[in-house]
T-cell receptor, first 116, second 113 residues
Framework: EAGVVQSPRYKIIEKKQPVAFWCNPI?????LYWYRQNLGQGPELLIR????????DSQLPKDRFSAERLKGVDSTLKIQPAELGDSAVYLC??????????????FGSGTRLTVV | KNQVEQSPQSLIILEGKNCTLQ??????????LRWYKQDTGRGPVSLTI?????NTKSNGRYTATLDADTKQSSLHITASQLSDSASYIC????????????FGTGTRLTVIP
């Protein structure tokens, strides 16, 4: 099994430019999460999907961040325009049944974003 | 307030030595506790998961303990290898709430030859 697949692995962009990240969760996992991890910190939840519905996006900076999960499988996270403070690792994770007690909670390898 | 604190923040040990990482939490109601290993530039990988009734769980050279009364957990690494160099993150799950995962900031372990 491929696990949670994210792309690209690395991205360097100039500030004010747009950027998009892609995530393919484990097959059958109905819950998908996007996290942001700053250097030396633990991941912080940005948004959680149950199938195609965003059930928790309270931490998503909606003025510049957007996400979608069409058909309840793959997901994209977009930043437009990017700011210097957006430099971080963006992690995608997936689980089954929306509960970490019920399934393996698996992270992707992340996308390291550098905004210059 | 639900929090997870880890110590030490960083640790350097010689190859072959043992070490113990600590995790204290205030998350309630408690569901489970996981230790993750995160290599630089990679996503976290689960090492162990422990529920309320479990005191000890091993995964190869990794042994995790849980004291639900004092809300403390430890991760013991035996006979360390260079490949153990990574960040180790303690994650505690609560039984309620949409965002029911609470992450520690991790311990950065460096194993030197």
């Amino acid at each position: 099994e491929a696990g949670v697949v994210q792309s690209p692995r690395y991205k360097i962009i100039e500030k004010k430019q747009p950027v998009a990240f892609w995530c393919n969760p484990i097959s059958g996992h109905n819950t998908l999460y996007w996290y942001r991890q700053n250097l030396g910190q633990g991941p912080e939840l940005l948004i959680r999907y149950e199938n195609e519905e965003a059930v928790d996006d309270s931490q998503l900076p909606k003025d510049r961040f957007s996400a979608e999960r069409l058909k309840g499988v793959d997901s994209t996270l977009k930043i437009q325009p990017a700011e210097l403070g957006d430099s971080a690792v963006y992690l995608c994770a997936s689980s089954l049944f929306g509960s970490v007690r019920d399934s393996g909670y698996t992270f992707g390898s992340g996308t390291r974003l550098t905004v210059v | 307030k639900n929090q997870v604190e880890q110590s030490p923040q960083s640790l350097i040990i010689l190859e072959g030595k043992n070490c113990t990482l600590q995790c204290n939490y205030t998350v309630s109601p408690f569901s489970n506790l996981r230790w993750y290993k995160q290599d630089t530039g990679r996503g976290p990988v689960s090492l162990t998961i422990m529920t309320f009734s479990e005191n000890t769980k091993s995964n190869g050279r990794y042994t995790a303990t849980l004291d639900a009364d004092t809300k403390q957990s430890s991760l013991h690494i035996t006979a360390s290898q260079l490949s153990d160099s990574a960040s180790y993150i303690c994650v505690v799950s609560a039984q309620t709430g949409a965002n029911n995962l609470f992450f520690g900031t991790g311990t950065r372990l460096t194993v030197i030859p």
